[in-house]
């Protein structure tokens, strides 16, 4: 008796912690595993819509295409919808972070990412960006963080994407009103499948909080360039056997 009211004391209890644990690893298993840093490959391209989010006004669509790839980073081709010569030209590094931004150039790279990535994860860096055109300098004090897997719908379609969030403050070494010193926030979403994000909201303020630019830009089409398969080679002609040879004799003597 005292057997069968310990079980049924017990029962309950262990049952709930069964399903406490089972749904626990349930919920683990359907976490898509850490985002890898992206491989893209020549003639990759994705097509952006770009929108002035600020005054509510759409504005370029613009084919981002990879036409190269080497030491230095991925060189990407910008081109408009219809035009055969790129207008303009950007270069990444290897995990897709901005090097060359139109008259930016940032040393190390813009971290707009830090693989791999999992909801959680934080990082921070720092780098120094030269505008050739104004001839001048600013220094990057960046934050990044991973906010979790989101649903995102985009003119491309739906996705499965890691929401960024990526703050950065901007110092150069004027003050005042031209020093072009201020604030951004970048929120990206991340889709590893295509290697690069499907949408990015730019948010940018000045020295006195003021916001200058409100931008954005969503994934209208992608395309990814399969690799080539290598031609295969003719088949060999088998080796002519070795002739052979008598085995040494061992001598009689010793």
Do not use: C
């Not at 150069?172 to 979403?189: Q, R």
């Amino acid at each position: 008796m005292y057997q069968t009211r310990l079980a049924r004391r017990w029962t309950p209890l262990a049952l709930s912690l069964s399903l406490i644990f089972t749904g626990a690893s349930a919920l683990a298993a359907e976490q898509p595993p850490p985002a890898p840093a992206p491989s893209p490959a020549i003639g990759d391209n994705w097509t952006y819509q770009y929108t002035d989010a600020r005054n509510g006004v759409k504005g370029n669509i613009s084919r981002l295409e990879v036409s190269a790839i080497d030491t230095t980073g991925v060189h990407v081709d910008i081109h408009r919808p219809g035009g055969t010569a790129p207008i303009g030209k950007q270069l990444f590094s290897a995990d897709m972070n901005p090097i060359d931004r139109g008259s930016m150039h940032f040393a190390p790279s813009f971290a707009r990412y830090a693989f791999p990535l999992t909801p959680g994860k934080e990082w921070n860096s720092e780098a120094v960006a030269d505008n050739t055109k104004l001839g001048k300098q600013w220094r990057y004090a960046i934050k990044g963080k991973v906010v979790d897997w989101e649903k995102v719908r985009v003119p491309a379609g739906e996705f499965h994407a890691l929401k960024v969030i990526v703050e950065a403050e901007y110092r150069g070494k004027d003050t005042g009103p031209n020093s072009g010193n201020g604030n951004l926030v970048e929120t990206v979403w991340f889709v590893p499948e295509i290697n690069n994000f499907v949408k990015l909201d730019y948010r940018d303020t000045d020295w006195q909080g003021r916001t200058v630019n409100r931008d954005g830009w969503e994934l209208v089409s992608y395309g990814h360039k399969a690799v080539a398969p290598a031609t295969p080679m003719p088949p060999t002609a088998p080796a002519e056997p070795a002739p052979l040879t008598a085995p040494p004799v061992a001598s009689a003597t010793r």
